[in-house]
């Protein structure tokens, strides 16, 4: 099993930044890749981004790259997501999870509870 719990979500205006954290415990080394997804009411969730434990492969969905980065610490068994320039359609409940994919949801096995980014116009 593993846990992830996120946080660092918020209330921002439009074109400011947040950072999300999630740390992970348990049977971490049981995965390949960490992501972000987020889902905003009425929609699916949809991919945010991407990252390997080993840092190697990282992935952006296209309406967040060059705003969004995703990181992580491995010493502390932590992913972030540094999300700048927000807009409003970026709001939405983030969800950090662990698995062995990348983009797909499918892929993942473990999901945190989420946190919620609500951007002010």
């Known amino acids: 099993q593993v846990q992830l719990v996120e946080s660092g979500g918020g209330l921002v205006q439009a074109g400011g930044s947040l950072r999300l954290s999630c740390v992970a415990s348990?049977?971490?080394?049981?995965?390949?890749?960490m992501g972000w997804f987020r889902q905003a009411p009425g929609k699916e969730r949809e991919f945010v981004a991407a990252?390997?434990?080993?840092?190697?492969?990282?992935s952006y969905a296209d309406s967040v790259k060059g705003r969004f980065t995703i990181s992580r610490d491995n010493a502390k068994n932590t992913v972030y997501l540094q999300m700048n320039s927000l807009k409003s359609e970026d709001t939405a409940i983030y969800y950090c999870?662990?698995?062995?994919?990348?983009?797909?949801?499918?892929?993942?096995?473990?999901w945190g509870q989420g946190t919620q980014v609500t951007v002010s116009s």
């Open positions: 999870a662990s698995g062995r994919g990348m983009t797909y949801a499918s892929l993942y096995d473990y």
């Open positions: 348990g049977r971490t080394f049981s995965s390949i890749a």
């Open positions: 990252i390997t434990w080993s840092g190697g492969s990282i």
